[in-house]
């Protein structure tokens, strides 16, 4: 397991542990827990779990299955708590955390059923108090929780006690938060549908147990484990209250631990070596600091910042200041496909493989809507500039759709048929089963296959217009419809051989020169990183094919957030006229205007966002010094080896 060797900062006041993917800390986490329970049943005692449910913790079920089925982790001797439970909530629907580990977990071992406790959220709401006591109590005669594990949210709560909670607080019920309820608005599908009230263990519970790990992956987790780790230990941040446990560790992925200050800002911790990425985030980020271009910067600037190392390991401001700035003039392309010959001119930047022309471009987008909204600019502008482009849906995004627009579509159907006097075996049936499902639909219930196969036809047709307008002709779009996606709910089954295959049978029927693939990994519902761990691991089985060797991968983001200045390789800029069809293309995706049915925790309208971060990206540019955009587009190049968690 690749476990980072970067020395950990006084400023952090938990342990952390930190590896370059998340499946790799996940094992780790499993293995201590095996060994635990193996310690245990040595002894002859019984071992006392708290578990977590939420996205950070399956993969830590998941390997201890494999244990278990592979590796003989008996589970006898286990005894199981769950945090947290929403309320009201049966035990059997969907959205419940008991199914949530019966699923994961609970079904696929040797405990015993009489070990194994859940908040119960079915109970009458007079019995609540009665409820905790109890729970509390039989913790207690347990013999306390061994090792307790935990996820954390965006808002620094853990199991569901929100901002405001003490550090004494006890299993009870509790008020969920907004933000709370508009993150789990996905599983619920929509935040109208998450219940207001869950029953949790409280954080003096939690604080009790012998060992906790803390479990946080991705970007999206990194502003929040900083606070969590680093910053004084408060209320408003509940996971803070974690410092000074004596059994406390913090599992994380590099893109987590991102925030900490041994990654963001390594200079403050002492001397590092300087290498370019670190140079160049150092130099950006004192331009910032004294707004100031960075052709400005004096070595005064860096002195009073504490940047001596790097004035004496690499010489005077100016040239500092110079490889930096040529390096972010160097990533702007306006022909990121590259240029024809009698378009070329003397001084032009060579591009990869810039003899090709034109190329065949490849766009995946996750969803129907990723592409435009990610990259709609540059997918106009590879079209404008004459390149064969194709675009791969690679799921059908039919979950996120509301329910009144699949009805609306049922009933155009069935009133174009009649209109023009066709005749459609089955289409009445088919609209009264539509009307009679949806009118009885329980909240949160999986759509009917029928429902669900409208849905689909509904983002497709959004995809198809999206694409026309970006240019893109209706031959060159393929809908993949990947198989790990189709379950009709929020979780979806993992990644599997099929859908890398019929990536791969994709990659190599098209041949393409560029490669263009979300690396927008915050997204909250998962699709994004496992649609990218499709395409690498497809691209690593087409490493030795001869087409492959004149082909680029470039990642996108903009969906949920953006590569910061000193990441971009490739920024692209657009005109205000290319920001406008962009938003155009946008527009086609009917269904997810006004109102996304999963928005996630930026509530903006997509195009919105897509607008803001690019204008972003294009001012910090302009500080910077370089030249004035309306807009820019950033992508950063695969190595074809590493930063991604296959």
Known sequence: MNETDALPCSREKIPCRIFAKASDASIAAAAEIANLIRSRSLEGTMCVLGLATGS???????????????????????????????????????????????????DQVDIDPANVHFPDGSIDKSEVASFCAAYEEKIVNAGGIDLQILGLSRIGHIGCNEPGSERVSRTRMITLDRVTRIDAASDFF?????????????????????????????????????????????SAVPASFLQGHHGIEVFLDEAAASGLTRFATPWLTGPIP?????????????????????????????????????????????????????????????????????????????????????????????????DVISMGGTLIRLVDQGHEVHIAYQTSGNIAVFDNDALRFAEFAADFCREFGIQAEGLDHLEDHVDEFLRHKRSGQVDSEEIQRIKALIRRSEAREGARCCGVCDEQLHFLNLPF?????????????????????????IKPHQIYAAGDLSDPHGTHRTCLSAILQACIECQSDDWYEACAVWLYRGAWQEWAPEQIEMAVPLSPVEVERKRIAIFKHESQKDRALFP????????????????????????????????????????????IDL
């Open 600 to 643: 996630g925790w930026d509530m903006r309208e997509f195009w919105q966002r897509a607008e803001a971060r690019n204008a972003e990206t294009a001012r910090r540019y302009d500080a910077l010094g370089l030249a004035e955009y309306a807009a820019i587009e950033g992508f950063v190049r695969w190595d074809g080896q590493t930063g």
């Open 485 to 509: 996606y189709q379950t009709g709910r929020v979780k979806k089954s993992p990644l599997g051989r099929a859908d890398i295959q019929i990536t791969l049978d994709l990659l190599r029927r």
């Open 56 to 106: 950070s913790p399956t993969r830590i079920y998941e390997e201890l299955v494999r244990l278990h089925q592979q590796e003989d982790l008996s589970f006898e001797n286990v005894i199981v708590f769950s945090l947290d439970e929403y309320f009201p909530m049966q035990p059997d629907e969907l959205q419940s955390n008991a199914r949530f580990l019966r699923e994961y977990l609970i």
């Open 190 to 234: 929509g935040a109208e549908n998450v219940p207001r009230h869950a029953i949790t263990m409280g954080v003096g519970t939690i604080l009790e147990a012998k060992q906790i790990f803390l479990i946080g992956f991705g970007e999206g987790k990194a502003s929040i484990i900083c606070s969590t780790v680093e910053q004084e230990a408060t």
């Open 274 to 370: 300087w290498d370019a990425m670190t140079t160049r985030r150092a130099v950006i980020a004192l331009a910032f600091q004294t707004g100031k271009a960075i052709l400005k910067l004096t070595e005064a600037d860096y002195n009073e910042a504490g940047f001596q190392d790097l004035l004496a390991s690499h010489g005077n401001a100016y040239d500092i200041n110079l490889r930096v700035f040529r390096h972010l003039q160097s990533t702007i392309v306006g022909w990121p496909g590259g240029k024809p010959a009698h378009a070329k001119q003397v001084g032009d930047r060579p591009g990869h493989r810039d003899d090709i022309f034109p190329k065949r471009i490849l766009v995946f987008s996750p969803h129907p809507d990723d």
